[in-house]
T-cell receptor, first 113, second 110 residues
Framework: EPEVTQTPSHQVTQMGQEVILRCVPISNHLYFYWYRQILGQKVEFLVSFYNNEISEKSEIFDDQFSVERPDGSNFTLKIRSTKLEDSAMYFC???????????FGPGTRLLVL | AQRVTQPEKLLSVFKGAPVELKCNYSYSGSPELFWYVQYSRQRLQLLLRHISRESIKGFTADLNKGETSFHLKKPFAQEEDSAMYYCALRGQGGSEKLVFGKGTKLTVNP
């Protein structure tokens, strides 16, 4: 069964550095999402992406964040200048069509020192 | 505002006992409700969505609009049900975002 994949599984970075988290959605899916979960807290929506555009974003998704689909398979989340509070598990998800089930990747654990 | 509340952070039952994981929501319209499960070291995966009215792995959940609840139930818990369970809501109006509760960690003891 096809699955969403994410790389790396873990990333440690210094505060102020840029990080790029990578996701490969399920191949025939068209809608893509990023969520994050700070340790001990809820899974929170960051952004949704369709047809090479952001379709919705939360207040967390400020100018430090950006998303891109650089080719036909990858979907990336970039954090320009990481802060300590960006430390979290970041989940990518995808759906084939609107209002369908969102399939999640295994997550990338980001630690900002 | 959309909000999902799972009042129990931890729930522990014995194998064969009934289990109920509580979920309450706040939403002004008619939301779509989900239960996602995360087994140890695995990804979040969909367990149930209320519109499909299925029973998956013996679990059921009924949407009660009067009580704004979507509690997850299983009559006889199994050890392999031990996992983190998240209730989630998706609103109407074109938004696809899922709003999650904090999750309940279920432990089924032998």
């Amino acid at each position: 069964e096809p699955e969403v994949t994410q790389t790396p599984s873990h990333q440690v970075t210094q505060m102020g550095q840029e990080v790029i988290l990578r996701c490969v959605p399920i191949s025939n899916h068209l809608y893509f999402y990023w969520y994050r979960q700070i340790l001990g807290q809820k899974v929170e929506f960051l952004v949704s992406f369709y047809n090479n555009e952001i379709s919705e974003k939360s207040e967390i998704f400020d100018d430090q964040f950006s998303v891109e689909r650089p080719d036909g398979s990858n979907f990336t989340l970039k954090i320009r200048s990481t802060k300590l509070e960006d430390s979290a598990m970041y989940f990518c998800a995808s759906t084939k069509q609107l209002q369908e089930t969102q399939y999640f990747g295994p997550g990338t654990r980001l630690l900002v020192l | 505002a959309q909000r999902v509340t799972q009042p129990e952070k931890l729930l522990s039952v014995f194998k064969g006992a009934p289990v109920e994981l509580k979920c309450n929501y706040s939403y002004s319209g008619s939301p779509e409700l989900f239960w996602y499960v995360q087994y140890s070291r695995q990804r979040l995966q969909l367990l149930l969505r209320h519109i499909s009215r299925e029973s998956i792995k013996g679990f059921t959940a009924d949407l009660n609009k009067g009580e704004t609840s979507f509690h997850l139930k299983k009559p006889f818990a199994q050890e392999e049900d031990s996992a983190m369970y998240y209730c989630a809501l998706r609103g109407q109006g074109g938004s696809e975002k899922l709003v999650f509760g904090k999750g309940t960690k279920l432990t089924v003891n032998p």
